[in-house]
């Protein structure tokens, strides 16, 4: 007997939306796993009893969104583990990969409390009188696969004695919340096509004879009461990283998408 999609509380939702759903649930919960073929298009059409049609469209959907892969003669499925992060809530990455089943891990390359440059501390509002940061970077490690490098400026005057012992293996946001009492509410975040350098392409294991596709990405966040509390620059592997932004009429849902 099969499962049909419609319910009271789905009337109205487009039955492809529906079973895209339910893929994309038990992916994320990694009922499917990663490398793992889904059931075909006949199982699919008779356990939610649905049109092929319905069925076609829902794969297609997922295949857009970086969840599944078709392989041509053997059938979909599931594409290599993805980080997914959505615009409308502050990035973590230990949160993400964590919530994803991966092993999140860094390794601090600099740790070093100085004056910050003019740029930085007015982007930061720092006060005259304590224009010190702690600087810190960072190579950020998805299942010990290097995905981004990351140099976060945290002022002193909101944050001192900040615990360098801790940052391999907590998050930071954990840290500026539990440990400092400080309220994140949200932030601002660009990105830029860039070749990555040479120095960037040997920290992260790559050939560095030959030029890397990568993200400049720069990043503010900021408190409940709008001050800065960290500015971070990144560099991130464009081989591993795709932005993807799913629109559905007046909203768009943005997405960073990291293949590890």
Request: proline share 4%.
């Amino acid at each position: 007997m099969g499962n049909s999609l419609v319910d009271k509380s789905s009337e109205g939702i487009p039955k492809y939306y529906q079973l895209a759903k339910i893929i994309k649930d038990r992916i994320e919960r990694q009922e499917y796993k990663g490398e793992e073929q889904i059931p075909s298009e006949a199982e699919l059409i008779a356990t939610f009893q649905v049109s092929r049609i319905t069925v076609r469209e829902a794969i297609n959907r997922l295949v857009a969104e970086g969840y599944l892969e078709r392989r041509q003669g053997k059938g979909t499925y599931v594409a290599h583990q993805k980080l997914r992060r959505n615009i409308d809530r502050i990035y973590s990455f230990s949160s993400d990969m964590k919530h994803l089943g991966l092993e999140p891990s860094s390794r601090v390359l600099s740790f070093s409390v100085e004056e910050a440059e003019p740029q930085a501390a007015e982007l930061l509002r720092l006060p005259e009188n304590n224009r010190r940061v702690t600087r810190i970077t960072r190579l950020r490690l998805a299942n010990r696969i290097p995905v981004l490098k990351e140099t976060t400026l945290i002022p002193v005057y909101l944050c001192a004695g900040f615990p360098e012992s801790e940052l391999e293996a907590g998050s930071l946001y954990r840290m500026l919340t539990e440990q400092f009492g400080l309220v994140l509410d949200h932030a601002e975040e660009t990105y830029e096509a860039i070749i990555m350098a040479k120095d960037d392409a040997l920290l992260f294991g790559l050939d560095e004879s030959t030029p890397k596709p990568a993200f400049a990405i720069k990043n503010v966040t900021y408190l409940d009461n709008g001050s800065p509390i960290e500015r971070t620059t990144s560099v991130g592997r464009g081989d591993l990283l795709t932005l993807a932004i799913h629109m559905v009429s007046s909203e768009a849902g943005f997405k960073r998408i990291v293949g590890v």
